[in-house]
């Protein structure tokens, strides 16, 4: 941040009195506030410009030193001097709105802790995913003991403030370096950082402000879903400490492979077995759809390999709208052995068709045929 003369800044005279600068600032620190403007990023270097220019005129040296030179060189700026974040003006905002302001300000804040988002795993069939299905999961989670109202302290009382860094969680200290001044800021030991001391644990959490408890959560899964889409379950993670909000609830879906079918999108596959006669003749035959039995007809002519698509039998997308194919591959089943009638008649079609008649071998009763030769 370019440094603008603290003067300006504050809208006072060169002149103007501690009590006329303090008064400026109060104004642009409550105008400005990062916590009165959490929808303006640019209230935030406002109230970083003004704070720094309460910092030099506040202090008479830093104040003698800028009417001499018109720069604070020597005078740590941002970010050494305020840490780069609004946390670090908390005392400046302290005396000036009191405890009643820390506690709804940034430093105060920091007591409280949302709670952690949690997973759970869901298996959906393909029947399920067609349809839609409302499952009941039991969840294990942390609530806020109804008994303190979270606060940890028996009664149900606020927790009083640790004294030892007046609440926020910090203890500051001015440290002399090259740079100058440095503000250093260290995790309060006395509280580890809570801001609060509980002297008197609420007994049915030990302090804690939380319990564990078993909660049954009610998952609408619409219809199309498929493995790796998850819901979000607002509220239903662990609970928050200290008036922070709970976390959330993350359902993963899993829908395997069910039966014969293979998914692709919205479509199935699926594999059928025919004879040799079929394949040439054509058929009708029936197939387990997901939904029940599916009657189809097999073309006279049919290849191996060949595909017969049974239309909207397959998935609805997660969206809504039509259902996918249903996509029978058929595989043409060969007789490994035939009787010698059989491969009499075999031997009679392919001369029928003016096909080179086959001799046969192993498995085409080739011994038998040897030996009557
Ligand atoms: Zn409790
Ligand atoms: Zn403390």
Redesign the pocket.
């Known amino acids: 941040m370019a440094q603008r003369d603290p003067y300006e800044v504050l809208g006072v005279s060169r002149s103007a009195s501690a009590d006329e600068i303090k008064s400026a600032y109060r104004k642009l620190a409550r105008k400005f506030h990062p916590d009165v403007n959490r929808d303006d990023p640019a209230a935030e270097d406002k109230f970083k410009e003004a704070s720094n220019a309460y910092e030099i005129l506040s202090d008479d040296e830093k104040r003698a030193r800028f009417d001499q030179y018109g720069t604070t060189d020597g005078v740590p700026q941002d970010p050494f001097f305020n840490g780069g974040n609004a946390g670090g003006f908390g005392d400046l905002f302290d005396m000036f709105f009191g405890a009643a302001g820390a506690q709804q300000g940034g430093r105060r804040r920091s007591a409280s802790q949302d709670g952690d988002d949690l997973r759970a795993d869901v298996q959906v069939s393909f029947k399920e995913v067609l349809t839609g299905v409302t499952k009941e999961i039991e969840v294990e989670r942390t609530t806020n003991?109804d008994?303190?109202n979270g606060n940890?302290v028996e009664g149900g009382g606020q927790a009083p403030q640790c004294g030892n860094c007046q609440g926020s969680g910090v203890v500051t200290a001015i440290k002399s370096t090259f740079l100058g001044q440095v503000r250093t800021q260290t995790v309060c030991s006395r509280c580890s950082g809570s801001g609060f001391l509980i002297t008197n644990p609420?007994k049915?959490?030990a302090g804690k402000?939380v319990r564990a408890i078993t909660e049954t959560v009610t998952v609408n899964i619409p219809a199309g879903v498929e493995t790796g889409n998850r819901i979000q379950m607002a509220g239903h993670g662990a609970a928050g400490i200290r008036g922070g909000r709970p976390g959330d609830l993350y359902v993963f879906l899993h829908v395997p492979e069910d039966g014969p079918f293979v998914r692709h999108g919205q479509h199935l596959l699926t594999g059928y077995d025919v004879t040799v006669a079929q394949a040439i003749l054509g058929d009708e035959v029936t197939i387990d759809g997901i939904e029940g039995e599916l009657g189809f007809d097999i073309p006279a002519g049919s290849q191996p390999g060949q595909q017969v698509i049974l239309k909207g039998q397959g998935l609805p997308p997660i969206h809504g709208g039509k259902r996918g194919d249903l996509v029978v591959e058929l595989t043409v089943v060969i007789p490994k052995k035939v009787t010698e009638t059989e491969a009499s008649l075999m031997r009679d079609f392919a001369e029928l068709r003016g096909e080179k008649i086959p001799k046969g071998k192993d498995g085409f009763l080739g011994g038998i045929f040897g030996k009557k030769k």
Do not use: D, V
């Open positions: 003991c008994s303190c940890g609420c049915k959490c402000g």
